[in-house]
């Protein structure tokens, strides 16, 4: 049964610009339809006890462990992610949303192409690795122009060469990289396991700050269906497609995070009710 995600920063955001407890604005998204979080390794290393707590209070579950490595430099793979694997196991997550490394500016072709190719067999291994975890693992289009899964190809690469490897669909950041995610997600369909909601406008609303997509587009952040995306048509075919899973409702940047939040969880339960 799908189930409406968002993420622990979100919450934060909430927490901060409500004057608000961090519980309080939990509460709220609860209260809201709010069943998950995405909480990034950042926010759960070293505090795996607070994070069990405050969600196990509300009855709230982690949808997946956003978790940042270095794979294209750094080879010993087993020592990074070893302390992640086990914070999922001790919190009885099973999905890690995995960010296996980024280019540095100045780095010649054929050095990416080799940090690449370490970043596919870094996953791999963490695959491995993951599986006496009780751990998956997902990508998404990162929207980044030094993150060599940005777009399409990209993550057919790593799908391709990562068996264990699942695709968390995100159609805003493939508009980052100046694709449609109408043209991408045929090439991904099969391997999606995890939906990122996150919607893009191209003015702003809220006086927020815009990211520059690579084409030179300036893309503002957007409640979840009250952007330029069509997202509509992509829940329609998700459900179409039997898809039950987690959707994430993401709006990193927005100036009012609970008006983002209430109108996307509503915009999405309407979706789904349909």
Known sequence: MAKIATFYDHIRDISRQEQISFM????????KGVEALEVSANNVLGREDEVGQELAMLDLD?????AYFDFGRDPDVQRQVAPILEAAQFLGVDRLLVIPGFFDPEDSPQQREEQTQRMVEGVNRLGELGESYGVSLVMED?????????????????LQ???????????????????????????????IAHVHL?????????????????????LYPAPVGGGALG?????????????DGVYTLEHYGA??????????????????SR
Not at 62 to 66: F, G, M, N, R, T
Not at 231 to 243: F, I, M, N, P, T
């Open 24 to 31: 309080e604005a939990l509460q709220l998204a609860k209260d």
């Open 62 to 66: 982690i949808a997946s462990i956003p």
């Open 142 to 158: 990162y929207d980044s122009p030094l993150a060599p899964f940005s777009n399409t190809a990209g993550l057919l690469r790593f």
């Open 161 to 191: 060469g990562c068996p264990k490897l699942s695709c968390a669909f995100d159609a805003g950041n493939f508009l980052f990289a100046g694709e449609d995610w109408r043209q991408a997600y045929p090439q991904l369909r099969d391997r």
């Open 198 to 218: 996150k919607d893009r406008a191209l003015e702003s609303r809220r006086g927020e700050e815009p990211r520059e997509a690579l084409d030179g587009t300036l």
């Open 231 to 243: 997202l509509e048509e992509l829940v329609a075919q998700l459900l179409r497609d039997g898809y």
């Open 255 to 272: 100036v009012s995070a609970w008006e983002y939040l209430s109108q996307s969880t509503e915009w999405l339960q309407e979706q789904l």
